[in-house]
Every structure is written in C-alpha cells, then in structure tokens.
C-alpha cells in the first residue's frame, strides 16, 4: 500500500514569488506520481506526471516537479507564480503494476496575493 | 468536464432518506471512481467499478453501495444519508490504454445533508 504526505495545508505567496509545494510519499514498490489542481468550484485537472525517463517534468503552464527516489518526494515548483494559480494541488501516487488505482495527498491550498 | 458528467450538481436531502448521485461518461472508458472530497482529508476512495456489473470497494465504503449496468452509467447511492456523508462527490473515470494520462473528473456533487 502507499501513502501521500503533504506538508503544507495552505501556502499564502505573493505575486511573481517563487513557490514550493510538498510531496513525500512511501511505497514497497516503484511508483507512479501526479500532481492534480482544483480550482474553485470545478473538478482536478492532471497538471503533470512522472511515469519513467527524466526525472524533471513540466506543465504547459510553466510548474515543474522532481521525482527524487532516495527522499521519496516530488515537490512541485513555480519560479513567479500568478494570481490564477490560486487554487488547490492535490499530490497522488499509484503503484507500478498494481492496480494503478491512485492515492491522493490531503492537498495545498495555494492562496497567491497580489 | 468533456466526456464526464455528474448529476445533480447540488443537493440537500434529509438524515434518514436514501440518495443516488449519477455519473454519466460519453469517453466509453473502462474504469469509473466515487470520491469523496472533505476538508482536511483530500480525495478518498468510495467506490470503483472495473467493468459493467463489476464493483470494488474503496477506503471509505460504509453507507455507500454502486451499480454500473451499463458502460456510461455509474450511480452511487446512499441507502440511508446520515450528517457524516454530507461532502462534496467526484466522480472519474480513466482506461488501461490512457490511464497514464490520469484521471478524467467531473465537475462535482455537493450534498448536504441537515
């Protein structure tokens, strides 16, 4: 079985700050890894993944996440952050070969000021 | 969201009276999820379905029962709603040959219950 830890209930930043939002999480067996974001009132959105190859990966709307296999996290990055990405992230990890069923962190609510 | 739709978007029913919320999907996609969203505890696994007629519990399946008659279609129903159900319900679906692409989720159900 595996399990999502995100540190951060809510992170308040400012406009055009940098960002970090946390993801640790444990596993027997290799993984899978996403990050969703849910803005108000809507649905999540897969906003990126990590299934093999590089261990950096980016959205189309500028985020970036690292998968680090010897801490077991993939923190997800945004060097200037915008008023629209107010939102919440939802981390989530699923097992390879498993049964790809994911399991998702508690979330981060991301509350950008102008 | 394309493809995924939940019905109703919100109701208010009363403690003692059974409940079924709708998932209807147009992506003819294999694998169908009940989540529950609850502050302070992320997205939790209800119920999930592999196939018509084929149902599989999650983490937080007491007082929730699914049918899935038809590829499109999948109800969850509360037989009994109790204040501790009041939520809001994701529905989502996702196929063995996209699932790498994550979930598709709808847009959501908020369900009251006074």
């Known amino acids: 079985a595996q399990s999502v830890t995100q540190l951060d209930s809510q992170v308040p930043v400012f406009e055009e700050a940098p960002v970090e939002l946390r993801c640790n999480y444990s596993s027997s067996v290799s993984v899978y890894l996403f990050w969703y974001v849910q803005y108000p009132n809507q649905g999540l959105q897969l906003l990126l993944k990590y299934l093999s190859g590089s261990t950096l990966v980016e959205s189309i709307n500028g985020f970036e996440a690292e998968f680090n296999k010897s801490q077991t996290s993939f923190h997800l990055r945004k060097p200037s952050v915008h008023i629209s990405d107010t939102a919440e992230y939802f981390c989530a990890v699923s097992d390879r070969g498993g049964s790809y069923i994911p399991t998702f962190g508690r979330g981060t609510s991301l509350i950008v000021h102008p | 969201d394309a493809g995924i739709t939940q019905s109703p978007r919100h109701k208010v029913t009363e403690t003692g009276t059974p409940v079924t919320l709708r998932c209807h999907q147009t992506e003819n996609h294999r694998y169908m999820y009940w989540y529950r969203q609850d502050p302070g505890h992320g997205l939790r696994l209800i119920h999930y379905?592999?196939?018509?007629?084929?149902?599989d519990k999650g983490e937080v399946s007491d007082g929730y029962s699914v049918s899935r008659s038809k590829t499109e279609d999948f109800l969850l129903t509360l037989e009994s709603a109790t204040s501790s159900q009041t939520s809001v319900y994701f529905c989502?679906?996702?196929?063995?040959?996209?699932?790498?692409?994550?979930?598709?989720f709808g847009s959501g159900t908020r369900l009251t219950v006074v």
């Open positions: 989502a679906i996702s196929d063995k040959a996209s699932w790498n692409r994550g979930y598709t």
């Open positions: 379905s592999y196939g018509v007629k084929d149902t």
